[in-house]
């Protein structure tokens, strides 16, 4: 998953932002499943990342008047 930065995320409308959610609740799902397989994440920079990610994406649906 490449990096997003708040200015990208600004510029979507909400469509895409719901997309870049869906996108971004897969990659946590998939890595709390390898750290529960494995006992630990493969990558936990990758989940801290994603999980801020989603609070970012959900904090602008927010501004933007969407309920998720």
Excluded: H, Y
């Amino acid at each position: 998953m490449a990096i997003v930065r708040k200015r990208d995320l600004k510029a979507m409308n909400v469509s895409e932002l719901k997309k870049k959610l869906e996108e971004t609740e897969q990659t946590i799902i998939a890595e709390r499943a390898s750290a529960k397989s494995s006992g630990r994440p493969s990558n936990s920079g990758r989940l801290r990342q994603s999980k801020r990610l989603r609070a970012r994406i959900l904090t602008f649906l927010s501004q933007k008047g969407e309920k998720v």
